[in-house]
C-alpha cells in the first residue's frame, strides 16, 4: 500500500531560484499532506490537499489526481527554506491512516 | 492552546529499561497516531487510535504498547528497549474524517538513544 515516491531525494539550489519537488503514489487517494521539517525540528503541516491548487506566500502546491501526481513549487527561495520536505498521503479505504514518502532534503544556498 | 505536546524531547535508555513516551493535545481530536522516523526512511506508523478506549496496530507495532483513557492523553511504552528502538518518535493528532480537512498536526518529538 506505502507507494508514496517524492523525487529528488536530494536538491541543492541559489537563494532566488524556483524549485520544485515532486510527489507520486499509485491508488486513489482523499487527500494528499504536504509537511516541512527542519534539521532537528519538529514537523510542520505546510498544505493539504484533494484537487487544485493551493498558495500561501511563496509556496504553492498542485495535485493532478488522474496522473496520481502532486508537486510543491517555492518561489524566489531562501536559505530559510532549507528543510525536508515530507509528502503524505491517506487512501480512500485506510481511514485516517497516512503513508508517507521518504522526504526531499532542500538546501539553499545564499 | 498547545496542540500536540510530547514528553520528554531526549531520553537515553539501557538495552533492557523500560518506559513511557507522552503524547497530549488539546484539539478534542479524535485521531492520534505514534511514528518513528529513521534516516533514510519514511514516518511509519507505530499505532494509531480512533478515540478513548481504542487502539490498533500500525506498520512496525513490535516492542510497543499504547492504550487511550482519554481523548486528550496517548502514552506509547517502550517494554523492553533495545538498540533497533533508537529512533525520533513523532505523535500526531486529527479529526476523524476523509478529505483534506483533516490534516495531522504533530508534536515535537522525542530522540531516543538506546545503548
Known amino acids: 500500500k506505502n507507494e508514496v515516491e517524492q523525487s529528488p531525494q536530494n536538491l541543492t539550489a541559489q537563494e532566488g531560484e524556483f524549485i520544485t519537488i515532486n510527489c507520486s503514489y499509485s491508488v486513489g487517494i482523499s487527500a494528499l499532506h504536504w509537511l516541512q521539517q527542519h534539521p532537528g525540528g519538529g514537523i510542520v503541516s505546510l498544505f493539504m490537499l484533494s484537487s487544485g491548487k493551493k498558495k500561501h506566500g511563496r509556496l504553492i502546491a498542485t495535485i493532478n489526481i488522474q496522473e496520481k501526481h502532486s508537486s510543491l513549487h517555492i518561489t524566489a527561495s531562501h536559505p530559510r527554506d532549507s528543510a525536508v520536505y515530507i509528502c503524505?498521503?491517506?487512501?480512500?479505504?485506510?481511514?485516517?491512516?497516512?503513508?508517507f514518502g521518504t522526504g526531499t532534503s532542500l538546501t539553499v544556498i545564499p | 492552546n498547545a496542540g500536540v505536546t510530547q514528553t520528554p524531547k531526549f531520553q537515553v535508555l539501557k538495552t533492557g529499561q523500560s518506559m513511557t513516551l507522552q503524547c497530549a493535545q488539546d484539539?478534542?481530536?479524535?485521531?492520534m497516531s505514534w511514528y518513528r522516523q529513521d534516516p533514510g526512511m519514511g514516518l511509519r506508523l507505530i499505532h494509531y487510535?480512533?478515540?478513548?478506549?481504542?487502539?490498533d496496530q500500525g506498520e512496525v507495532p513490535n516492542g510497543y504498547n499504547v492504550s487511550r483513557s482519554t481523548t486528550e492523553d496517548f502514552p506509547l511504552r517502550l517494554l523492553s528497549a533495545a538498540p533497533s528502538q533508537t529512533s525520533v518518535y513523532f505523535c500526531?493528532?486529527?479529526?476523524?474524517?476523509?478529505?483534506?480537512?483533516?490534516?495531522?498536526?504533530f508534536g515535537p518529538g522525542t530522540r531516543l538513544t538506546v545503548t
Open positions: 503524505a498521503v491517506r487512501y480512500w479505504d485506510t481511514g485516517n491512516q497516512f503513508y
Open positions: 500526531a493528532s486529527s479529526y476523524s474524517g476523509q478529505g483534506p480537512s483533516y490534516e495531522q498536526y
Open positions: 487510535s480512533v478515540g478513548a478506549g481504542i487502539t
Open positions: 484539539m478534542n481530536h479524535e485521531y
